[in-house]
Nanobody, 126 residues
Framework: DVQLVESGGGSVQAGGSLTLSCAAS????????IGWFRQAPGKEREKVSC????????YFADSVKGRWTVSHDNAKSTATLQMNSLKPDDTGVYYC???????????????????WGQGTSVIVSS
């Protein structure tokens, strides 16, 4: 079975940084798109970033563009979301998801994923 486990969430003041990690087991990072999603209290889940394991292509939502970066380590089957200049609006539960045999463009168009992590909480205070 494929399992995704997020880590790195926590509480931080506005302007601070957090690094989220997504560790995959039962899955090799070949031809996989990894997406990062967040769900704020009372809001729908939104896609904030994606990265393709094959070519490293990336996607960022406008709300995080320029503040965050995403990377992956195929050898370790991990993906990392570096969140800088955090804002209170970034508060939410963050999930990583994997879509097999897919490119970033596919995941950007359609958030359907084969596997989801359990989520990690990020709280940004003003």
């Amino acid at each position: 079975d494929v399992q995704l486990v997020e880590s790195g969430g926590g509480s931080v003041q506005a302007g601070g940084s957090l690094t989220l990690s997504c560790a995959a087991s039962g899955l090799t990072f070949d031809d996989v798109a990894i997406g990062w999603f967040r769900q704020a209290p009372g809001k729908e889940r939104e896609k904030v970033s994606c990265i393709g394991s094959t070519d490293g292509s990336t996607y960022f939502a406008d709300s995080v563009k320029g503040r965050w970066t995403v990377s992956h380590d195929n050898a370790k089957s991990t993906a990392t979301l570096q969140m800088n200049s955090l804002k209170p609006d970034d508060t939410g539960v963050y999930y990583c998801a994997a879509r097999f045999r897919a490119a970033v463009a596919t995941m950007v168009r359609d958030s359907t994923s084969n596997s989801w992590g359990q989520g990690t909480s990020v709280i940004v205070s003003s």
